[in-house]
């Protein structure tokens, strides 16, 4: 079965990939694959830009939408035109000569990636260039044109150490067993910076300590050179952090809630003299 697999840590945000599916289907007719994409409205692969945090602790993630090419797709049953097929290779079509327009996939799809078009009269999304794979292509259009390897295709089972690291994005409630894998999606982060108020200074090789409340499970890290510390990878949930210096009192915040990225900026540790 064909998968990809999106490395999201290896991704810049240079758009070639869907500024390629631009060019490989708008005003292309494709047929019996696709019809050809419109230029505007239509994205069969989209890349979002997802701000993290807040002013200085800011991070970019670069998230693509695209057709999960699911192995138990909604928009299929939804299809009363039964225009919509899965290949042997896993890849699902939407076969326009079929497609009576009637637009119950586009409801259907819980990741929001068919497209209608409207003036042909027919639903549209990626087609993992089933075309090009058809004349002997070892990928879609996308994948090529990728300049830090972030999109990688082909069959699950030459895949599997990607995918063993990997994992999919499924809506709560369904399980639509989707074909598109992801390595590396970004997970909460709660980043500060400690420094002495009487000197006014950065205070380095500080410990900090955050403890997830509900199992908990603890990671520590030490502040850089300028007082700054970051942990990642964190689970949405509520935690506790202390700050430790030896010569300063201990800080302790009790609750830290992780729903969004959090920045707890400057922690003043005072002296313990003071």
């Known amino acids: 079965m064909k998968a990809l697999v999106i490395d999201v840590s290896k991704c810049n945000g240079c758009y070639n990939c869907q500024i390629a599916c631009k060019d490989e289907h708008v005003g292309n007719d494709w047929s019996p694959y696709a019809r050809p994409q419109p230029l505007t409205?239509?994205?069969?692969?989209?890349?979002?830009?997802?701000?993290?945090?807040?002013?200085?602790?800011?991070?970019?993630?670069?998230?693509?939408?695209?057709?999960?090419?699911?192995?138990?797709?909604?928009?299929?049953?939804?299809?009363?035109?039964?225009?919509?097929?899965?290949?042997?290779?896993?890849?699902?079509?939407?076969?326009?000569?079929?497609c009576r327009g009637d637009r119950n996939c586009v409801a259907a799809c819980p990741y929001g990636v068919i497209y209608f078009n409207e003036n042909l009269n027919t639903a549209q999304k990626c087609t993992f260039c089933a075309h090009l794979l058809d004349k002997g292509a070892r990928e879609p259009r996308c994948v090529g044109v990728c300049p830090t390897g972030a999109l990688t295709f082909g069959e699950e089972e030459e895949l599997k150490t990607l995918i063993d690291r990997a994992e999919v994005i499924e809506p709560a409630g369904l399980s639509t067993k989707p074909r598109v894998?992801?390595?590396?999606?970004?997970?909460?982060?709660?980043?500060?910076?400690?420094?002495?108020?009487?000197?006014?200074?950065?205070?380095?090789?500080?410990?900090?300590?955050?403890?997830?409340?509900?199992?908990?499970?603890?990671?520590?890290?030490?502040?850089?050179?300028?007082?700054?510390?970051?942990?990642?990878?964190?689970?949405?949930?509520?935690?506790?952090?202390?700050?430790?210096?030896?010569?300063?009192?201990?800080?302790?915040?009790?609750?830290?809630?992780?729903?969004?990225?959090?920045?707890?900026?400057?922690?003043?540790?005072?002296?313990?003299?003071?």
């Open 181 to 274: 894998y992801y390595v590396a999606l970004p997970k909460r982060f709660v980043a500060g910076a400690v420094y002495d108020p009487a000197e006014d200074e950065c205070i380095e090789e500080a410990v900090v300590t955050i403890t997830d409340l509900k199992d908990g499970t603890k990671f520590t890290t030490s502040t850089d050179d300028f007082g700054d510390f970051w942990f990642e990878g964190l689970k949405v949930g509520e935690y506790s952090l202390t700050v430790k210096k030896d010569g300063f009192k201990p800080h302790r915040i009790e609750s830290v809630g992780t729903e969004q990225d959090i920045n707890l900026g400057d922690i003043a540790l005072r002296r313990e003299k003071e």
């Open 41 to 98: 409205g239509h994205f069969w692969i989209k890349v979002a830009d997802i701000v993290r945090g807040t002013f200085p602790k800011v991070k970019v993630a670069y998230i693509h939408d695209i057709c999960q090419h699911c192995a138990d797709a909604p928009c299929m049953p939804a299809c009363k035109g039964q225009a919509i097929v899965r290949r042997d290779d896993g890849i699902v079509l939407i076969e326009p000569d079929k």
